[in-house]
């Protein structure tokens, strides 16, 4: 006997041959002495009620049975009874996608689920109900099932008749079948019935997706590993290319070293020429044939010495540090300019400023190395223009303005434009003034240009214009010196062989009234020269070390002043002279005055 016949309530029990037919509270029971087998009727057998009256029952002579229950009585004759042996087969009668009857003719059943027998689900249709039932009429609320997914349930589950719709949730794509079969109300299970379900991947895990998946991921790795070998090889050519910029630095200051070297010593020789030549063309005794080769002594020392004094003020300039002041850039670049108008008119140039428009353009600049910038452009400029030049400014009021020099000239080859920065480069004859340069003023705005933390640009079309632009910041970059009134220390004069010390020369004799002047000059025929050029009107001492005779100042820094002890010094004033020195300073209450190449002191 299964669990349900040994909770039940037992009303009374009628023998009859090989079994026994018991009323109970689950129905009428009948159980067979010899094999041991339980049936069950109750009212889908016929029965009038399933309650039964206590010890009501009858086995009549004639073979019937009688049972009371509170409905009535019924009888029946054993004998009778025969099993169902017909075993039911069952059909699927709908399926059902998220709780909702899939229609006839849709993308998912193109006809009825019992003939199409195979349903396709998409990507994210994984929660599905399938409904069947059992052919079989005869008590069919006695009726079982049994159902199992192939390749999802690894046994046979068994319900009861009204369990005749089973549900899957999140069931995994792949490919199931659906197995279900049924009981008649004597227990004959008939044969299993199939339904195919395929329940395909979600669009983002289709074989197609995971492809290109591996394909963007090759692409990724493919594209990381370009990125870091375009960023070691950048890294690697920024490497090489400041190691070149190095040395390109490197030579360009020991050609520039060298240059200034070969200035210092030019300077002195070409001075000596300069000087006598000029006092020779003040005697009116002349010929015309000796002053024109004069002149031309005259000139060419000119020029040799503007050069010197160009290499000295490069050297000079790259070496300075850069202060600043606050500065109405529009009234500066106006006042630059007008010093090259009359230059410009005689030779038919017409020189057009531009400005933006806007308020005046303030900005914290060196007004020096400004002006020094501008003037070198529109030198330049003027070289090479053929009738304009125009200049231009324009500011966003917040972080730059923007100076623009333009000419319509010959133009610049484009595999020169990298060259033109460098020192003492030519890019192109003249072919309007007869300007002298020697390739530094491009250079030199260059190097100004860095040092005011400005870029400096250039655009050219050969043969139709230039154009040169910088762009400066309006306020000085962090760590700038902003002090208009200080003025940096010069570079150390490169130390001469030293003078064995003696007294001073002899010189003419002073007067009483005469005014006396220490003349300082390591040179002896510079010296010489100007010992006797001055001695007409001074009395001259001379001596060639410094250091004998004059206390440190800002430029030498000796501590103590011996001042040569003369009768002539009590009554009279002194006169300093200092040849090729070309900063003023103050120090111990000396009263300056720079005149030409020398500086003067009057104590």
Not at 460 to 479: D, K, M, N
């Amino acid at each position: 006997m299964n669990d349900e016949t040994t909770t039940l309530s037992i009303f009374h029990i009628i023998p009859e041959n090989d079994n026994l037919w018991i009323t109970s509270s689950l129905g009428l029971i009948r159980y067979s002495i010899l094999t041991g087998q339980v049936s069950r009727f109750n009212h889908e057998d016929g029965l009038l009620a399933n309650i039964f009256n206590f010890n009501s029952g009858l086995h009549a002579s004639d073979g019937k049975i009688y049972i009371g229950t509170n409905g009535g009585f019924n009888f029946f004759n054993p004998g009778a009874l025969r099993p169902n042996q017909v075993a039911p087969s069952v059909v699927f009668t709908n399926f059902h996608i998220h709780g909702r009857p899939v229609r006839i003719g849709s993308p998912t059943l193109h006809q009825h689920v019992d003939i199409q027998r195979h349903v396709t689900l998409k990507g994210g249709q994984t929660n599905f109900a399938i409904s069947f039932a059992a052919l079989s009429y005869c008590a069919s609320l006695k009726n079982r099932y049994r159902y199992r997914m192939e390749g999802y349930d690894n046994e046979w589950h068994e319900c009861s008749y009204n369990t005749n719709q089973i549900t899957y949730n999140d069931l995994p794509a792949g490919s199931y079948t659906f197995y279900v079969m049924a009981s008649n109300n004597d227990g004959v299970w008939g044969s299993p019935e199939a339904l195919t379900v395929v329940v395909q991947t979600y669009w983002w895990a289709s074989w197609w997706a995971v492809g290109f998946y591996v394909l963007f991921l090759g692409v990724c790795c493919l594209s990381v590993f370009r990125l870091l070998r375009s960023y070691y090889l950048q890294k690697q050519r920024a490497r090489i290319e400041r190691q070149r910029y190095e040395k390109e630095k490197e030579r360009a200051d020991a050609e520039i070293e060298f240059f200034t070297n070969i200035a210092h010593e030019i300077r002195t020789p070409v001075t000596l020429i300069m000087a006598p030549t000029n006092e020779i063309l003040t005697k009116k005794e002349l010929s015309q044939d000796v002053i024109d080769l004069l002149q031309l002594i005259k000139k060419s020392s000119d020029r040799l010495f503007n050069l010197a004094n160009e290499i000295l003020n490069f050297r000079k300039k790259s070496l300075t540090v850069m202060f600043t002041t606050p500065t109405d850039i529009e009234a500066c670049t106006r006042q630059a300019a007008d010093g090259f108008r009359l230059l410009a008119e005689e030779h038919g140039i017409e020189l057009i400023f531009r400005t933006d428009g806007t308020a005046p353009i303030m900005a914290s600049i060196n007004q020096e190395a400004y002006s020094k910038i501008f003037c070198n452009l529109l030198t330049n400029a003027l070289k090479f223009t053929r009738d304009r030049i125009i200049f231009e400014l324009t500011s966003d009021k917040q972080n730059f303005f923007q100076l623009q020099v333009e000419d319509n000239g010959t133009g610049i080859k484009q595999e020169e434009l990298k060259n033109i920065f460098h020192a003492f480069r030519h890019y192109n004859k003249p072919t309007n003034l007869s300007i002298p340069g020697f390739g530094l003023g491009l250079s030199i705005a260059s190097m100004l240009a860095r040092k005011m933390n400005a870029e400096i640009r250039v655009e050219s079309e050969f043969g139709v214009f230039t154009r040169f632009t910088v762009i400066f910041p309006l306020s000085p970059a962090a760590g700038s010196n902003v002090n208009p009134t200080e003025i940096a220390p010069l570079e150390t004069p490169p130390t001469r062989p030293e003078c064995i010390p003696s007294a001073p020369e002899e010189s003419a004799p002073s007067t009483e009234t005469a005014a006396t002047i220490l003349l300082v000059e390591d040179d002896r025929d510079l010296r010489k020269y100007m010992s006797h050029a001055l001695s007409r009107h001074y009395a001259i001492l001379t001596a060639c070390d410094a250091y004998r005779y004059i206390a440190n100042t800002v430029l030498f820094r000796i501590p103590y002043c011996p001042l040569p002890r003369s009768e002539n010094l009590r009554k009279q004033p002194i006169f300093f002279i200092f040849v090729g020195i070309e900063c003023t300073f103050n120090t111990f209450g000396f009263k300056h005055i720079t005149f030409g190449r020398f500086i003067t002191f009057r104590i």
